[in-house]
């Protein structure tokens, strides 16, 4: 019996028996919907992660000379704590002996953050902004975009003009129904010329990317941002993959030496890169689409076990056929051929089903939580050959059972 009439015949006995059919694959299609489900979450969350948090919190093909990790997979011991508030603090004259080392094409700006709260002469009060006082090319490393006006110079930073570039929530909060370019505001009673706008980012994580204000280091902005006490860090762009860790290098050296570090030291500092940055998220993955494929396996191996009493089922029903068949010439090898090819259609038929009812699911619950969510297309080839495997091993023992079965005594059974 070839393939196709084996499918066939499958077919048939599933339209016959809707009923029956329909209970045998309910274990394979929930397992089959939790796995797509589960799996498109955790990919979602994955390229949430991965690259719109990183690119936006870290910059694409970037390094952060820091003095201790800004993110942090919260396995920090109290010693490893002490020792990093031991450390020497990265200065603004790091930053510039860093630049004066970097490779041809590396872009290179120095940054110190905190939060603040703003004022104008249209609101006094209001929600506090991340105030950072950078280089100018810090723009361009994070690849920020104003939506009105410009960002400030080169020429600018050095002379401290005091000029700078709101985020679009903190220009809407501070300067409501009002264009806020050439307007006064007020950071810790310090006053700054709007001069941009940055387009709308959105928020990461609970954490709105437009609620900033942005002004040049050599500016009051370091009086704000106590940049006096030493500076968050230095980030540092590459070209390319080599050129990102011949900067690595040369900022390394430099940091060395700056520290008076022997050969022997470790390094008193750390480059954060998104990778590092998200070692803790890479852990929670693996934990997650094990557990995505663990669970759904549960319902999976209830389904092989209905399969296969189903299936016994259907040869105790259709001994008279399997007898008919083999006096008429079907050969052992033909009938445990069909019993394995109707088990394994009715299978992936399951498989089939909870694929489309993972899909359903994915989309409601991107649509009713916060959850991200984004089927991954190897779930779904896994799904088909789970569905396909799961029928060929459930049908194994009842087919070789039909296929056993004397053609004489099988006529004879009613």
Not at 11 to 36: A, D, E, H, P, Y
Not at 39 to 61: H, P, Q, R, T, W
Not at 86 to 101: G, K, L, Q
Request: glycine share 8%; net charge neutral; no cysteine.
């Amino acid at each position: 019996m070839s393939l196709i009439d084996a499918i066939r015949l499958a077919l048939t006995q599933i339209r016959v028996q809707k009923l029956k059919s329909f209970f045998t694959l309910l274990g394979v299609t929930i397992g089959v919907m939790f796995l797509i489900a589960v799996v498109s979450i955790v990919n979602g969350m994955s390229k949430y992660v991965e690259e719109d948090f990183a690119a936006k919190f870290l910059g694409v093909n970037t390094f952060t000379l820091r003095r201790f990790p800004n993110f942090q997979n919260g396995n920090v011991t109290e010693a490893t704590w002490r020792e990093w508030q031991r450390r020497p603090v990265i200065t603004s004259e790091d930053a510039d002996a860093i630049r004066e080392a970097l490779p041809t094409g590396a872009h290179w700006a120095m940054q110190d953050m905190r939060y603040a709260t703003p004022a104008s002469q249209y609101r006094n009060s209001g929600p506090q902004a991340m105030v950072a006082a950078v280089s100018a090319e810090y723009f361009l490393i994070k690849n920020l975009e104003v939506e009105r006006g410009r960002v400030f110079t080169e020429q600018e930073e050095q002379i401290g003009q005091p000029v700078v570039v709101l985020g679009s929530e903190t220009a809407e909060t501070y300067f409501p129904n009002i264009d806020p370019l050439g307007k006064e505001i007020r950071l810790e009673g310090l006053p700054f010329r709007v001069i941009g706008v940055l387009k709308k980012q959105g928020s990461t994580f609970g954490i709105s990317l437009d609620r900033q204000a942005i002004g040049p280091f050599h500016s009051d902005m370091r009086r704000v941002t106590h940049a006096r006490m030493g500076i968050d860090g230095v980030l540092v762009q590459g070209s390319d993959v080599g050129n990102l860790q011949d900067s690595e290098e040369a900022a390394r050296e430099v940091m060395r030496r700056r520290h008076h570090l022997r050969p022997a030291d470790p390094d008193n500092f750390m480059f954060e890169t998104s990778e590092s940055a998200l070692g803790f998220w890479q852990g929670i993955k693996q934990v997650l689409v094990i557990g995505g494929i663990v669970l759904p396996a549960i319902g999976l191996v209830v389904g092989a076990i209905v399969i296969m009493n189903i299936m016994l089922v259907a040869v105790a029903d259709r001994t008279r056929e399997i007898g008919i068949r083999k006096a008429l010439g079907a050969r052992r090898r033909d009938i445990m051929w069909q019993f394995l090819v109707e088990s394994a259609t009715l299978s992936i038929f399951g498989a089939i089903l909870g694929i489309a009812l993972g899909f359903g699911l994915s989309a409601l619950i991107k649509s009713v939580t916060p959850l991200p969510s984004s089927v991954a297309l190897w779930s779904i080839v896994v799904s088909v050959f789970l569905g396909a495997g799961v029928g060929i091993i459930a049908g194994i023992y009842p087919a070789s059972r039909a296929s056993r079965l004397d053609p004489i005594l099988a006529l004879r059974s009613d």
